[in-house]
Structure formats: C-alpha cells, structure tokens
C-alpha cells in the first residue's frame, strides 16, 4: 500500500462524510472548494479527486450530491459491515467504546476483551467484555477483520500477534510502542502521548522565536 | 515548520524515550539498530539522525546512554515544563486526563475545562475542571502554551479561536473536524474515528485480495 492512497482513501472518507450530511439536508450540489474546506485541502486537490472518479461538476452548480454520494460509496463499499474487536478495556479502550458506538453503522466493534477477570462478561456502551484468552478463538469464528488495541505497551505486540493469527487484516494501535505486522496486515498508529509532546515542543518553539 | 521536522522530532522523542528507559536500567550503551527497532525505522535513518546531532558511536559498542540523553534532552529542552489545557470533558477527554497524568512530568495539564455546569469546580485524576467561560483568561493569565480539544465538532472550531486569542501557540484537536489556525500555531489533528474507518477499508480491501 503505497502512502499516497493512505492519503486518499482518508480524504474520500471525509468527502463522503461531508456529502452525506449535506444529502441529509436536502441539498443537492456541493462545490469544491466547500469540500476543501472541511477537509482542509485546496480545491484543485478536490477536484483531481473527484476527477479520478469521473465525478463532473460544472463551476455554477457544482457537484451533484446524489451521484457523488453513489460513487464515492461504492468505491469505498461504505455499505459492507466490517466487523471490529477492542482489546484493552482501560480508560481509552472505554472511552473508544462509548464514542464510537452507533457513530459508523457500518463499523461493529463486536466485542471487547481485557486481561483483568474482573471486567469479564460485563457489558460496556452495549459492547460485551470478554476475557483475551478466548480472543484468539473469537476472531477467528466470527471472521473479525479489524482489531483496536488499547492495551499497555508491554502486551501490545503478543496482543497484535494473537489478532494475526487469528486472521485479523487491520489494526489500529493505540499503545506507545511500535508494533510490527507482516506486510498483509494494514497497520494504523496512534501515539496520543506522543503527539502532545510533539505539539508541546512546537509550540515551545514558536513562543521561544517571538 | 517542514514536515520532515515534524517526523525527525517525533524521531527523536521516541530515542529519548527508549534511551531514558535504558538509561535507568543501568545500561551504558545502545546500538542504533535497537533504536531502529524501537521507533520504526531503518539503522541507517537512525544513525543519520545521530550525526545531525553529533552524537558518536562505535560498531562494537553503539552509543553511549549518557551523552547521547543529554544531547537529544537539551535539544528537545526536555527539562522545561510546558503548561497545558485541555477543553472537553467527555468519555475522550477523561481518558486522557487519567492516562496522561503523571507519565510525563514536564508536560502538566494544568486545568480542564467544559460547558456542562455540572462538571465544573470538580477535580478528575488530579486535575481542575473550569466552566469554559473562563478559558480565556485562565489561558492568558497563567500563559498556557498548549491546547488540547476533545469537544464535539461544531464547538471545535470556537473553542480553538477563544485558544489561539489567548495565547496558546500549539493545539492537539480530536474533534472530526478540520479546524484552521494561523501559521503561528502548530496543530496536530488527530481523528480516531477516520483512522478506524480507514484501516476498516484496507482491512476489507486485503481480505477481499485474497
């Protein structure tokens, strides 16, 4: 997977969010340069976009929402249900749970798992907690294709193995700790911690320059 | 600021942080490929790094702990304290409250804020909450240099105005919404929800390659 399509493919989600909420109000044409700005690119960008989906628009009306909406869709099979287990049941891993319940229809976090017995067969936001030792058989009955990891850093990668032996495609990491996956796995990285320092230290920086 | 000193600071927070850690074990020396291993990236990325700084090893023996802390720790000013808000006191922004609390000692959260009148005048892990009325002069009288939004998306963009005009000159935005700041303001956006959708679509993308 090539970083370009990374980029892409996260721009079309957020076309797609913005088109939809604007299908929902009933209007019918977009123009570039609204969706470049909720996005936060130029809109010759939008447009190139748009143009690799044989998208047209005209420089009155814009793009028509209903057929952007169709296409951008089915490229990005927004209608296929992908199933998602969360394995660490802390503050973040809860925190995911109750946020992310019911925002992605097609995004079922179907179950989540934490070491502690304690946590076990509870359930939180609607979501069952169950114990990581069934997780390898869990992912691998029901086909799961994603795995969100909120666990501290020393379990993270025996967790991630686990999950790709399980047959888990994409992980989203949220542990401080680079994991390493074989190239068939897509692999998302979130190091909050580590984006606060970063901003933390620009933002030294700029107030150290004036 | 060039992207690429956007990644080589994230770079070296990450060796610092690996280097601390070997440091307090008592270990004099670390190999650029253990370091390589730690962050994600190649030796060879590793020891360009190194030279950058001047920091010299040797292939028998790798680097030595000690100089090399202090070298990358006094450009990164790792010993100054940068005070940090955070507006939005919500299932996101407690779990970073609670989780970020302690675990680095130079960056403090020094209040939280949040609209709900109910939360206000509370402590949560340790740290105040303030209705968000009084962000702004909280902000500019105790000179806070960072901003941290874990509101709803239509307030992102307010909330972040209200930051940057009192002061603040680095903002970490989790709401999913693209918020815009002037050059003078260093932004990381950080969007769980898009990470999550897009690794859901390469996830389905592989497993339907197969």
Redesign the interface.
């Known amino acids: ?1 090539r970083k370009s399509e ?1 980029k892409a ?2 721009r079309l ?2 076309y797609l969010e913005y088109v939809k909420n604007k299908k929902a109000e009933g209007q019918n044409y977009v123009f570039s340069h609204e969706l470049a ?4 690119v130029t809109p010759a960008q939008v447009r190139q976009d748009l143009m690799d989906f044989k998208i047209e628009g005209t420089p009155q009306k814009g793009y028509p929402v209903e057929s952007f909406f169709d296409e951008v869709c089915s490229h ?2 927004c209608d ?1 249900r ?1 199933k ?1 287990v969360l394995v660490g049941v ?3 891993g ?3 749970l ?3 319940v019911k ?2 229809p ?2 079922e976090i179907v179950a989540a798992f934490d070491s502690d017995q304690e946590k076990s067969d509870r359930i939180y936001s609607g979501t069952k907690i169950l114990n990581v030792s069934e997780l390898y058989n869990f992912v691998k009955k029901e086909r799961v ?2 795995g ?1 990891i909120t666990t501290p850093a020393d379990s993270a990668q025996d967790i991630a193995d686990i999950l790709i032996k399980a047959g ?5 990491n949220f542990a401080p ?2 994991i ?1 996956v074989p190239e ?3 692999l ?3 190091d ?13 920086k ?2 150290g320059e004036k």
């Open positions: 997977m990374n493919i996260e989600l957020k700005d909720f996005v936060g990005l099979k296929s992908t998602i802390g503050n973040l809860k925190a995911i109750s946020y992310f925002r992605k097609n995004l294709k994603v969100i888990i495609r994409g992980i989203v700790i680079t390493k068939s796995v897509f998302e990285q979130i909050i911690t580590l984006s606060i320092e970063k901003t933390a230290y620009f933002a030294e700029i107030a």
